[in-house]
């Protein structure tokens, strides 16, 4: 596999991308020390982890969701292994709210032993694609990919950042007794917002008002979220990670657009590997929101 791109780096099978990354900190990473009242969001990138870390500290911060306090989401849910703000978690009050791309196999050994809660979010590989080539040409910290062939040849490879999205899904699930942890479609949410925000709280136990799950559900859509500086990362991608073009984080957030993208054959090519790797996974995907 040729893993030569200067922007990833490999650390235990896992692409990471460069710069952003501790390595010493990911070193130490299986013993961090996780707590009881921990909630991770697991996510492949370009799945809904933006959306659901807006979800997340709307539903923990009443401030955020009165609007009384002016807090960026990512500080509210950092990544774990990107920690770009270098926050210092272990004196984070509780609850600790983290967003990861780690597979299964890299996590902290606490989250093993069904201590804190995880969500993981799920997308259909198609719309991740079409996503991910976008972002991959928007951030400087990824390398740009000229034509969508090449990029499904790399997504295919799984040549990218966070590896093939069919393992890291695949692994996750496989492995999901040994964790406490909740499934959520991205394109379920996109469906009705208000259910999956119902279904988020309830497994987290977080009793919330219908003023509450109003509140959040306002304030998580995709043109909400679009127009707030705390929610849409632009001021991050521009100051802190750097763009090569006018894109946006949130830039489309449909369920489908790869109908827009993916020609006759490279749909079928997808449809074939998607097939074979995915054959026995019981979760079901949403390619498109009309379909039965
Ligand atoms: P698109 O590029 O298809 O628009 P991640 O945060 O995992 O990187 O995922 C980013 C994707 O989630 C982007 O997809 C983004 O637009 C979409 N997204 C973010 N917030 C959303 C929201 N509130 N509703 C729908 N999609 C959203």
Redesign the pocket.
């Known amino acids: 596999m040729d893993n030569s791109s200067a922007y990833l780096v490999n650390f235990k099978g896992f692409n990471f991308e460069s710069t952003l990354i501790d390595l010493e900190f990911l070193g130490k990473l299986d013993d961090f020390e996780i707590r009881d009242d921990d909630v991770f969001i697991v996510?492949?990138?370009?799945?809904?982890?933006?959306?659901t870390?807006?979800i997340l500290s709307l539903i923990y911060f009443e401030g955020h969701r009165k609007r009384t306090e002016n807090v960026d989401t990512l500080d509210r849910v950092p990544f774990l292994e990107y920690n770009i703000r270098h926050i210092n978690f272990e004196k984070r009050l509780a609850p600790r709210l983290f967003a990861s791309h780690l597979p299964y196999y890299l996590v902290p050994k606490g989250l093993k032993k069904k201590k804190a809660k995880i969500i993981y979010?799920y997308?259909n590989p198609k719309?991740v694609l079409?996503?991910f080539f976008?972002?991959s040409n928007l951030v400087v910290r990824l390398e740009a990919v000229d034509t969508l062939e090449q990029f499904m040849e790399k997504f295919l490879e799984g040549n990218v950042l966070a590896n093939l999205w069919f393992d890291h899904i695949r692994d996750w699930y496989k492995h999901k007794d040994d964790f406490n942890i909740l499934f959520i479609m991205?394109e379920e949410?996109?469906k009705d917002l208000r259910s999956s925000v119902v279904k988020i709280s309830s497994f987290l136990e977080k009793e919330l008002s219908e003023e509450d799950v109003d509140a959040i559900v306002r304030q998580?859509?995709?043109e909400?979220?679009k127009s707030s500086p705390q929610a849409n990362y632009d001021s991050i991608l521009q100051n802190e990670i750097g763009v090569r073009n006018d894109g946006?984080?949130?830039?489309?957030?449909?369920v489908g657009?790869w109908k827009h993208h993916f020609t006759v054959d490279q749909n079928e090519r997808f449809d074939r590997v998607f097939r074979e790797e995915m054959k026995d996974f019981p979760l079901k995907f949403i390619w498109d929101l009309n379909e039965k």
């Open positions: 996510t492949y990138p370009k799945s809904g982890t933006i959306w870390q807006q979010v997308r719309d079409i996503s976008h972002f991205y949410m996109k998580a859509t995709f909400n979220m946006a984080f949130l830039r489309k957030g449909t657009d």
